[in-house]
């Protein structure tokens, strides 16, 4: 879609993201000898989730509200996009930051609409402009254009959450904050909402910072990831891979856990991998019109069995996982649409994951 | 206008014609109604303005002390005690120990009648700004809504159900309460009940009224309600 008056349509992005550092940020309660979070120094270039995780009481709720100052810095700063979060006025900053929490926060006596056009009432924005952009939101979003005149009581969980993103993303803040944001979804949507934030993020690409306890969201959200020990204590900040290879001590060893190679299956999505093609198959794969999977098909016995379809934007481990449970060797990968992009097997990711592993670990085929 | 209507209205013969027997015997005789609706028609109005003024003021004291307590957690305490003493205190007692202050008339009577709100709507709305879920309140302020605008656009808006619950229990209360008015000298449809407390068909229509008119203020409360939370019945 063109937009032929760009004041009116904010596109999916329009701000640059900002980096944001941590300069020794530190929290202190009145009365606690430790301090919750102890001076954490890290640095997030702009455009990179920055996943926050650690087991709870670790503080990283804490350092992640510290950025829009629902918690204050008791000593160091907090910089984004070169500025000290502490000279600016709190409320005025946290319009410039999204904001996601787990229970998602939607406010109940308000439309879909009204909830995402929430910032944008805060900032005067005329309604023609609000509504053009909540229209965008939900598109952006995957949701239905008519969701925008429901109450959030109406909607799924799954649906609530993709509501909260929209809200967090109104204005186009160059950074986000997340808090568990797929905490309270069931595994399979979760994932299903992991994946599409991921897309989202490609094309928005804002600075995030991401908590969560779980690592395998860790890994499979984070362009960095700081694992953080109780007291708010910074063990290891760097890439998945480096984590997952290289784990700085102990605590990050157990936190990552034993199954560190398997985990490595995490960094990689199905398209990253070099598919095959249909005739690597001996079977035959039966299309609709649309090139949509439909069953295989013995060339000898002419008998049919059903396919298992798999997201080409899938986890490497999720699609392996779903191998195994549906006992076959071959899948079927498709794209948003549901249109074949090639072949997964067993054997493909096998080798994927061969070469590496051999090396860091004395495991052999 | 009340006021006005008050003076014309002379005491003597108030309920002299009773001619039939069903009216002579103190029976309970429709008719005999329908054909002086008019002695009645002055203390309805007295008493609609008792209860609308009296509920009205009420209200905009208690709104301001449970916003006030809603943030300043420590005043919850004294002023449930305090409202709650002046709704303990008999009408009719706190009626007489404010004739020599504040005299006969509409002011004493609706003092003490707005006393007797307080209670009741300070605890609603105080209980429906604390039944905010934490969550909203949290995603607000995270979003960069000042105070004022969270208690304006969140708070209160969602606490409206159990504010308007608030007032439909205030409103039926003083209702009864108003009809005892009359001993501050206020009027109300207390006053004919009354003045001929021994004839049943006066004291039937006095207290229908009454009846009527709690019923009809608590639909009017009930349907703006409905008009101002739509997302309640959003399943």
Redesign the interface.
């Known amino acids: 879609m063109t937009a032929p008056d760009t004041a009116q349509s904010e596109g999916p992005s329009a701000t640059p993201a900002e980096p944001l550092e941590f300069r020794a940020a530190t929290k202190r309660y009145g009365g606690a000898t430790e301090p919750a979070v102890d001076a954490l120094s890290l640095e997030v270039p702009a455009g990179d989730i920055c996943v926050l995780v650690g087991p709870s009481g670790c503080g990283k709720t804490t350092a992640m509200r510290m950025v829009?100052r629902?918690i204050d810095i008791t000593e160091g700063d907090i910089l984004l996009g070169g500025r000290s979060v502490r000279d600016r006025e709190?409320?005025?900053?946290?319009?410039?930051i999204g904001?996601v929490?787990q229970?998602?926060?939607?406010?109940?006596?308000?439309t879909i609409a009204q909830n995402i056009a929430?910032?944008p009432e805060?900032l005067g924005w005329d309604r023609s402009r609000r509504e053009e952009r909540v229209r965008e939101l939900l598109d952006l979003t995957g949701l239905e254009q008519e969701m925008g005149s429901?109450?959030p009581?109406?909607l799924s969980g799954g649906q609530r959450q993709r509501v909260?993103v929209a809200?967090?993303l109104a204005v186009d803040p160059p950074v986000m904050?997340m808090d568990e944001p797929f905490g309270a979804i069931d595994p399979i949507n979760r994932e299903r909402l992991q994946n599409e934030f991921l897309r989202l993020q490609e094309r928005v690409r804002k600075t995030i910072v991401f908590v969560t306890h779980d690592i395998d969201e860790a890994i499979k959200m984070g362009d960095r990831i700081a694992i953080l020990q109780r007291g708010g204590k910074l063990q290891q900040y760097g890439a998945p891979e480096e984590l997952l290879m290289h784990p700085a001590n102990d605590f990050v060893r157990d936190f990552v856990g034993a199954d560190r190679a398997l985990k490595r299956l995490a960094l990689m999505r199905v398209r990253d991998v070099n598919l095959w093609t249909p005739d690597e198959v001996p079977f035959e794969l039966e299309l609709d019109a649309d090139r949509r999977p439909q069953a295989w098909r013995d060339p000898q016995g002419g008998q049919s069995t059903p396919v298992l379809t798999v997201d080409r934007d899938d986890i490497l481990r999720d699609a392996l996982s779903d191998l195994l449970l549906s006992e076959t060797q071959y899948g079927a990968v498709v794209d948003e649409s549901g249109r074949l992009t090639g072949i997964l097997s067993v054997e493909l990711i096998h080798d994927f994951l061969a070469p590496e592993a051999v090396g860091s670990t004395n495991e052999s085929p | 206008m009340i006021a006005a209507a008050l003076l014309a209205q002379s005491d003597n013969g108030f309920f002299r014609e009773r001619t039939d027997s069903c009216v002579t015997d103190n029976g309970f005789c429709p008719g005999w109604f329908f054909g002086h609706i008019d002695r009645y028609t002055t203390p309805f109005l007295q008493h609609v303005f008792l209860v609308v003024v009296s509920v009205g003021i009420g209200f905009a004291i208690a709104f301001v002390l449970a916003v006030t307590a809603h943030r300043r957690r420590w005043l919850v305490g004294p002023v449930t005690n305090i409202t709650g003493i002046l709704y303990t205190l008999p009408s009719v007692a706190l009626f007489f120990l404010l004739l020599p202050i504040t005299g006969r008339g509409n002011v004493t009577a609706i003092i003490a009648l707005t006393g007797y709100t307080l209670l009741i709507l300070f605890r609603n709305t105080l209980a429906g700004l604390d039944s905010v879920?934490e969550?909203?309140?949290?995603?607000?302020?995270?979003?960069?809504?000042?105070e004022r605008?969270l208690l304006w656009?969140?708070e209160l808006?969602?606490a409206?159900p159990a504010i308007m619950a608030g007032l439909r229990i205030a409103t039926t209360t003083t209702v009864g309460l108003a009809a005892l008015a009359f001993f501050a000298g206020a009027g109300g449809l207390g006053e004919p009940l009354e003045a001929q407390k021994a004839f049943k068909t006066n004291v039937v229509f006095a207290g229908g009224l009454c009846v009527l008119l709690a019923v009809v203020l608590d639909a009017i409360i009930l349907i703006v309600q409905r008009f101002m939370?739509?997302?309640t019945r959003?399943?």
């Open positions: 829009n629902m709190p409320a005025a900053l946290r319009r410039d904001y929490i229970q998602v926060g939607l406010f109940p006596h308000r929430t910032v805060l429901r109450y009581a109406q909260g809200r967090a904050l | 879920p969550d909203a309140r949290d995603a607000g302020r995270g979003m960069g809504l000042t605008q656009r969140v808006p969602l409206l939370t739509p997302w959003a399943a």
